[in-house]
């Protein structure tokens, strides 16, 4: 049966406060030399909803202002400034949180179960292999189709990141991160704005920042576990309501990769019938097999490159039939990827 008040987040749902970077977008443009009526075209939106604090916009409302915004000159300085303006005050009352975290690792964990409230359209999983963190990056609601619509978002998501921990944890904290993109560096003129150095790669099969693992433990200036936990917990329940329907998808498909379930056993699992799941997913531009595929390609291409595994040992662990298999599936992903 269908549940009447689904939990998820559509692309359509209004949850996505101005202060998650709208209004901080909006003003950077304006203040560019765009006027605001064009930097708002097609979001249906008014300057004056930006200036309401109970206003909520969608993400597809929020998409486009980001694709506007690549439209201007200096594009990639505005996610640069976009960046380094959204935290914290894109957390509002969870804050905190982020300000008393122990350590960098668990700032980091605050930020990941926070990306609905400061880089609304995307999602962020953290994976761990031969002593590095990996955080990788998702399209939360199939709206990043557009190569330099993705790269804007990226960077101002790296930026808020890079810039926070700075903050919380000093400069040399962020020295050797490395920052994967999958478009190409020429997209957002990269040599004029990008402030994260050199240790940045492009054209890559996924979109991802990289920390060594030790560096998880540096404790932080502000740390107070209570109010952390506090703040987490509260925090993880209002997730719960805002997570979009195409990361559980992703989600339940990573997290049984060796043996991908069933679409049928998806939707029994979101207690909803098949064609719904099917129909929602199809409104966010994308499609259960879709969503399968991207999660193997970035999965294989991250053992690969991450973990040093063979191409054949990564047809075992993703239980293709054999390594054959595997590589036309690679040739697939390169294709329509």
Known sequence: MDMDAPKWKTLNSPFVSPCSGAAQLHDLLCANGEHSDIVLRKTKLFHSDLLKLDKQISPKQYAQLCFNATLSSGCAELAIKLGRQVLPSALGPWAS???????????????????????????????????????????????????????????????????????????????????????????????????????????????????????????????????YHATQKKVLHEKSNSTGIVEIVRVKVNDS?????????????????????????????????????????????????????????????????DVSNLRRAMKKWLVFG
């Open 97 to 227: 949180g982020l300000i008393h975290a122990p350590d960098l690792g668990r700032a980091l964990d605050f930020l990941i179960s926070t990306t609905y409230r400061w880089s609304p359209l995307i999602d962020i999983q953290r994976r761990i292999e031969n002593g590095k963190a990996h955080y990788l990056v998702y399209d939360a609601y199939g709206l990043l189709d557009d190569s330099l619509l993705k790269q804007f978002v990226m960077l101002s998501t790296f930026e808020a990141v890079r810039q926070s921990c700075e903050w919380l944890a000093g400069k040399n904290v962020c020295a050797h991160w490395q920052y994967t993109f999958e478009g190409s560096r020429e997209k957002l003129q990269w040599e004029a704005f990008s402030s994260l150095g050199e240790l940045a790669l492009f054209n890559q099969p996924y979109s991802a920042f990289s920390i060594s693992e030790m560096l998880l433990a540096t404790p932080l200036n502000q740390s107070c576990s209570s109010i």
């Open 257 to 321: 990769i060796q043996n991908i379930p069933s679409m049928e056993d998806i939707a029994r699992s979101m207690s909803i019938s098949t064609a719904t799941l099917k129909r929602n997913l199809k409104q966010h531009n994308t499609s259960y097999q879709s969503i399968v595929d991207d999660c193997r390609a970035k999965t294989t291409y991250f053992l690969l490159n991450n973990k040093n595994m063979s191409e054949k040992e990564v047809a075992q662990h993703l239980n293709f039939y």
